[in-house]
């Protein structure tokens, strides 16, 4: 079992910058796939970004490629997602999302994921 806790959502005008990161507890986390999804209102969940347990395969979809980098920090069992230029429709709860089986590869099936934070909502306004 995997617990994960996100942080750094807000309120932010287009443009602009925010910082999210997740803190994994639980099974050893250096061996698990971590990704990030969101969920806009009225719409299904869709997913931004993976990374592998080594931090040297990344995956993204292609909305918020050249704005969003994945990280990770495997000593402080911490992975981050850094917006830049967000805009209005990057706007839903994010939620960090963690699988020890699945590669980044296939991470962008929310069923396939295993364990979920419970989200923190990014809001950009226009």
């Known amino acids: 079992q995997v617990q994960l806790v996100e942080s750094g959502g807000g309120l932010v005008q287009a443009g602009g910058s925010l910082r999210l990161s997740c803190a994994a507890s639980?099974?050893?986390?250096?061996?698990?796939?971590m990704g990030w999804f969101r969920q806009a209102p009225r719409k299904e969940r869709e997913f931004v970004a993976a990374?592998?347990?080594?931090?040297?395969?990344?995956n993204y979809a292609d909305s918020v490629k050249g704005r969003f980098t994945i990280s990770r920090d495997i000593a402080e069992n911490t992975v981050f997602l850094q917006m830049n230029s967000l805009k209005p429709e990057d706007t839903a709860v994010y939620y960090c999302a963690a699988d020890a089986t699945v590669l980044v590869s296939n991470f962008r099936t929310a069923s396939n994921i295993d364990w979920w934070g419970n989200g923190t909502l990014v809001t950009v306004s226009s």
């Open positions: 639980g099974r050893p986390y250096s061996r698990t796939t």
């Open positions: 990374i592998s347990w080594s931090g040297g395969n990344l």
